[in-house]
């Protein structure tokens, strides 16, 4: 049976759902929630992605991104498969941890995005100890439960750098208003769900939004079909950046030769740290192709060097470079584009 085809698509919304193998939990301690939460960051950084709003749950998750670049099924399959490889050693636990490929679906647009925060921050209480509740306490709970991004958004616990908290201007030009109203409209659906939102995400498997917008995204769909597309994502119109134009960006900034940056050398100079980094996050190949390029380094390697960028402090000169560098080999992408 083929695949459901994957949309990538240049700044685009999508709810991302995974569960467990035949539905069994995924996360079993909280170091297990802290490990993905901290993989989920590196890679939202990577992919450069903005988190609208998630919610841990025992045997499933839920994100609302927006990506800025067609690179979906990267993140998550390197998400996906960074938590697994740590299950797999942490608990001993064989086999698939997930169950099938991760669910994707675009998003139309900001109102929908909206009652999806909702949808998704009201999780906690679809359980049947959180059904169990009165009203009050179902609150109270939502707002203690700390593996969400609902507290956050009513102002409950400081929001993670990585955390986009832009549609809290629907509710209030200031920050505790906003706050206030979002608890509001959070409180609306603890007694009667969301009807029209839950028959919308039953009508399609891949968005969510009106009749017209899925109408769309499907035919869109059958005209980028592929005769054969069980493995392959269909990808909306994009661009990456060549790993020609990536060096000679590096090589024109330090005023080095190219030989330096593919030099096989396990002590890799300035140079050759931002050329991979600026490689992962732009030019939509895998590490091991990427380790091939720069001189035949093994993929253990290429996480190493690109874990020595973010470490960094963002005062050091390396970091001011790497920006700078970034900047220009963008406008320049675009400029080619």
Same mark, same amino acid.
């Given at each position: 049976?083929?695949?459901?085809?994957? +949309?990538?698509?240049?700044?685009? @919304?999508?709810?991302?759902?995974?569960?467990?193998?035949?539905?069994?939990?995924?996360?079993? +301690?909280?170091?297990?929630?802290?490990?993905?939460?901290?993989?989920?960051?590196?890679?939202?950084?990577?992919?450069?992605?903005?988190?609208?709003?998630?919610?841990?749950?025992?045997?499933?998750?839920?994100?609302?991104?927006?990506?800025?670049?067609?690179?979906?099924?990267?993140?998550?399959?390197?998400?996906?498969?960074?938590?697994?490889? /740590?299950?797999?050693?942490?608990?001993?636990?064989?086999?698939?941890?997930?169950?099938?490929?991760?669910?994707?679906? +675009?998003?139309?647009?900001?109102? @929908?995005?909206?009652?999806?925060?909702? @949808? $998704?921050?009201?999780?906690?209480?679809?359980?049947?100890?959180?059904?169990?509740?009165?009203?009050?306490?179902?609150?109270?709970?939502?707002?203690?439960?700390?593996?969400?991004?609902? *507290?956050?958004? $009513?102002?409950?616990?400081? *929001? *993670?750098? @990585?955390?986009?908290?832009?549609?809290?201007?629907?509710?209030?030009?200031?920050?505790?208003?906003?706050?206030?109203?979002?608890?509001?409209?959070?409180?609306?659906?603890?007694?009667?769900?969301?009807?029209?939102?839950?028959?919308?995400?039953?009508?399609?498997? /891949?968005?969510?939004?009106? %009749?017209?917008?899925?109408?769309?995204?499907?035919?869109?769909?059958?005209?980028?079909?592929?005769?054969?597309?069980? !493995?392959? !994502?269909?990808?909306? *119109?994009?661009? /990456? +950046?060549?790993?020609?134009?990536?060096?000679?960006?590096?090589?024109?900034?330090?005023?080095?030769?190219?030989?330096?940056?593919?030099?096989? #050398?396990?002590?890799?100079?300035?140079?050759?740290?931002?050329?991979?980094?600026?490689?992962?996050?732009? #030019?939509?190949?895998?590490?091991?192709?990427?380790?091939?390029?720069?001189?035949?380094?093994?993929?253990?390697?290429?996480?190493?060097?690109?874990?020595?960028?973010?470490?960094?402090?963002?005062?050091? %000169?390396?970091?001011?470079?790497?920006?700078?560098?970034?900047?220009?080999?963008?406008?320049?992408?675009?400029?080619?584009?």
């Amino acid at each position: 049976m083929a695949r459901s085809l994957r +949309i990538n698509q240049i700044d685009g @919304y999508y709810h991302i759902t995974s569960r467990g193998n035949a539905r069994q939990d995924i996360f079993f +301690i909280d170091e297990d929630r802290r490990r993905f939460v901290s993989q989920l960051r590196d890679n939202l950084a990577t992919y450069q992605i903005k988190l609208y709003a998630g919610v841990l749950m025992t045997n499933h998750f839920h994100l609302l991104i927006r990506l800025s670049r067609a690179n979906l099924s990267t993140f998550m399959q390197r998400l996906l498969t960074s938590y697994a490889l /740590y299950v797999h050693y942490k608990h001993g636990r064989p086999g698939h941890l997930f169950q099938g490929r991760f669910k994707a679906k +675009i998003v139309e647009d900001e109102s @929908y995005l909206i009652r999806l925060t909702r @949808y $998704i921050h009201l999780n906690p209480i679809k359980t049947k100890a959180g059904r169990n509740l009165n009203d009050t306490d179902k609150l109270q709970y939502l707002e203690q439960y700390q593996w969400s991004t609902y *507290p956050a958004y $009513i102002g409950k616990s400081a *929001p *993670p750098g @990585y955390l986009t908290l832009d549609l809290l201007k629907y509710f209030g030009d200031q920050s505790v208003k906003a706050q206030r109203e979002y608890k509001k409209y959070i409180s609306e659906c603890i007694v009667q769900d969301d009807e029209e939102l839950k028959q919308v995400l039953s009508s399609s498997i /891949y968005a969510v939004g009106s %009749d017209q917008f899925i109408k769309n995204v499907e035919l869109g769909l059958t005209e980028l079909r592929h005769e054969d597309c069980r !493995d392959q !994502d269909v990808n909306y *119109p994009h661009a /990456y +950046i060549s790993l020609e134009r990536i060096n000679r960006c590096v090589c024109d900034f330090y005023q080095v030769e190219l030989d330096i940056l593919k030099r096989r #050398s396990r002590n890799a100079g300035r140079a050759k740290r931002a050329a991979i980094e600026l490689a992962c996050r732009f #030019s939509g190949l895998s590490q091991r192709e990427i380790g091939q390029h720069y001189g035949g380094i093994r993929c253990q390697s290429v996480s190493k060097i690109r874990r020595q960028i973010r470490e960094l402090n963002g005062s050091e %000169d390396e970091v001011k470079e790497f920006l700078k560098i970034m900047k220009t080999l963008q406008v320049s992408g675009q400029k080619a584009n």
